[in-house]
């Protein structure tokens, strides 16, 4: 079974760093012999969550927008990387307009109780955060996990690994940085590799 | 004197939870006769996400042209910003989120254009607000939020020690912070401890 790679691009800006980011990722994902797909938050038409909580009673989302066949795409990945620069230390808000979307996913698991992804489901779906950075700060990434982490619990993905670069102001771009480039490129490889792995024991 | 008090609630749920915290905090800056008030949701502003294009780093402003073009003066001519937001996914809502990224114009005025965001008789004289509500009951919840708040309030020339958080946790359903035992008067106490502060510091 050929694995499928989804990457979500998060950034307005189209084929900037963390773009790229994604790009190498998919060389290697490639590589490994997986499919890949990316979808750009900014050509699709969705809005935020409204906070109506409908999705708690009904578990469904009132809004039909380009978000709802994109979490059932997520959902049939075996592999999901979601991508998005660091804005005023956080994610864009595209990005954080898809994850806020994502709560009757939520609603689903934890109010209706009719979502459950096993401890199995979980290790063979596995979830990746790609990011850069402008600021040279180590902390510039800490306030995006808790937010990918959650998306990754929702969706069913293990939190598997971050591909993070910062400092892209000072090195002129993720093509200058020694090493990103190359990391993601091999641990899209790898990641691919190991969920081929699981397949074949099972 | 007149104090001018910018509010944003952030919430796309009307005079939920967030906003109750944020009109709580506002009638009681509104009891002083010198304070002068202007509230808007987030949710009617119609402010896109920033674009990353980086063009304000070159024209000195945004070339969107949304409800963000009114607020940018706005958020510079005000005394105090009071941001009122829920909590999404462990982090402030998507609609929040946009109305910080677009403060990417002071941003690049302060770092880039090395241009003055306030004028500097003005500096150490503007106070942040940080409201904010969450269904979840976790202690850690605000954790990611505030990072973002704080570089909000950085590039529009609020000081660190100048923004003051009022957060609570576990209140999820519409209206559950009434039920709260302190929000209420912590709010009040607020509201007011800021608007003594920044009589004076407008005084000095």
Same mark, same amino acid.
């Given at each position: 079974?050929?694995?499928?790679?989804?990457?979500? &691009?998060?950034?307005?800006?189209?084929?900037?760093?963390?773009?790229?980011?994604?790009?190498?990722?998919?060389?290697?994902?490639?590589?490994?012999?997986?499919?890949?797909?990316?979808?750009?938050?900014?050509?699709?038409?969705?809005?935020?969550?409204?906070?109506?909580?409908?999705?708690?009673?009904?578990?469904?989302?009132?809004?039909?927008?380009?978000?709802?066949?994109?979490?059932?795409?997520?959902?049939?990945?075996?592999?999901?990387?979601?991508?998005?620069?660091?804005?005023?230390?956080?994610?864009?808000?595209?990005?954080?307009?898809?994850?806020?979307?994502?709560?009757?996913?939520?609603?689903?698991?934890?109010?209706?109780?009719?979502?459950?992804?096993?401890?199995?489901?979980?290790?063979?779906?596995?979830?990746?955060?790609? &990011?850069?950075?402008?600021?040279?700060?180590?902390?510039?990434?800490?306030?995006?996990?808790?937010?990918?982490?959650?998306?990754?619990?929702?969706?069913?993905?293990?939190?598997?690994?971050?591909?993070?670069?910062?400092?892209?102001?000072?090195?002129?771009?993720?093509?200058?940085?020694?090493?990103?480039?190359?990391?993601?490129?091999?641990?899209?490889?790898?990641?691919?590799?190991?969920?081929?792995?699981?397949?074949?024991?099972? | 004197?007149?104090?001018?008090?910018?509010?944003?609630?952030?919430?796309?749920?009307?005079?939920?939870?967030?906003?109750?915290?944020?009109?709580?905090?506002?009638?009681?800056?509104?009891?002083?006769?010198?304070?002068?008030?202007?509230?808007?949701?987030?949710?009617?502003?119609?402010?896109?996400?920033?674009?990353?294009?980086?063009?304000?780093?070159?024209?000195?402003?945004?070339?969107?042209?949304?409800?963000?073009?009114?607020?940018?003066?706005?958020?510079?001519?005000?005394?105090?910003?009071?941001?009122?937001?829920?909590?999404?996914?462990?982090?402030?809502?998507?609609?929040?989120?946009?109305?910080?990224?677009?403060?990417?114009?002071?941003?690049?005025?302060?770092?880039?254009?090395?241009?003055?965001?306030?004028?500097?008789?003005?500096?150490?004289?503007?106070?942040?607000?940080?409201?904010?509500?969450?269904?979840?009951?976790?202690?850690?919840?605000?954790?990611?939020?505030?990072?973002?708040?704080?570089?909000?309030?950085?590039?529009?020339?609020?000081?660190?020690?100048?923004?003051?958080?009022?957060?609570?946790?576990?209140?999820?359903?519409?209206?559950?912070?009434?039920?709260?035992?302190?929000?209420?008067?912590?709010?009040?106490?607020?509201?007011?401890?800021?608007?003594?502060?920044?009589?004076?510091?407008?005084?000095?």
């Amino acid at each position: 079974m050929v694995i499928k790679v989804l990457g979500i &691009s998060g950034s307005p800006h189209r084929h900037g760093n963390t773009e790229t980011l994604l790009d190498s990722f998919f060389d290697g994902a490639r590589e490994a012999g997986a499919d890949v797909e990316k979808i750009v938050l900014k050509d699709l038409e969705y809005v935020p969550c409204k906070g109506c909580n409908v999705c708690h009673k009904t578990g469904e989302c009132i809004v039909r927008d380009d978000v709802i066949p994109l979490i059932d795409k997520i959902l049939a990945a075996d592999c999901l990387a979601v991508t998005s620069p660091i804005y005023s230390m956080g994610i864009t808000a595209e990005l954080k307009g898809l994850i806020d979307r994502a709560q009757y996913l939520w609603a689903r698991k934890f109010i209706l109780k009719t979502l459950y992804f096993s401890n199995d489901h979980i290790k063979r779906h596995k979830g990746l955060f790609i &990011s850069t950075a402008g600021l040279s700060w180590d902390n510039v990434f800490d306030a995006a996990f808790p937010a990918i982490t959650a998306f990754f619990n929702g969706t069913g993905f293990e939190y598997y690994d971050n591909i993070i670069a910062n400092n892209m102001d000072a090195f002129g771009g993720v093509k200058k940085h020694p090493t990103a480039l190359k990391e993601a490129f091999e641990k899209g490889k790898t990641v691919v590799e190991v969920l081929e792995k699981m397949n074949t024991l099972a | 004197m007149v104090i001018k008090v910018l509010a944003f609630a952030g919430s796309p749920r009307r005079h939920g939870n967030s906003e109750t915290l944020l009109d709580w905090v506002l009638a009681s800056m509104g009891e002083d006769k010198d304070v002068s008030i202007e509230k808007i949701a987030l949710t009617e502003a119609n402010v896109n996400p920033c674009h990353g294009c980086n063009a304000c780093e070159k024209l000195n402003k945004c070339v969107q042209r949304d409800g963000m073009g009114i607020l940018h003066d706005k958020l510079i001519e005000a005394d105090c910003i009071v941001l009122a937001a829920p909590i999404f996914c462990m982090g402030i809502n998507a609609q929040t989120k946009s109305l910080i990224d677009r403060a990417q114009v002071f941003r690049s005025r302060k770092y880039v254009l090395r241009l003055p965001v306030v004028p500097e008789e003005r500096k150490g004289k503007r106070l942040g607000i940080f409201l904010a509500t969450a269904g979840q009951n976790w202690d850690h919840v605000f954790d990611a939020a505030k990072p973002s708040v704080k570089c909000f309030c950085h590039v529009i020339d609020i000081r660190d020690a100048d923004i003051s958080y009022l957060m609570v946790n576990n209140v999820d359903e519409k209206g559950a912070i009434l039920a709260h035992p302190t929000a209420k008067q912590d709010a009040e106490k607020l509201g007011r401890g800021t608007i003594a502060e920044l009589k004076k510091r407008l005084a000095a």
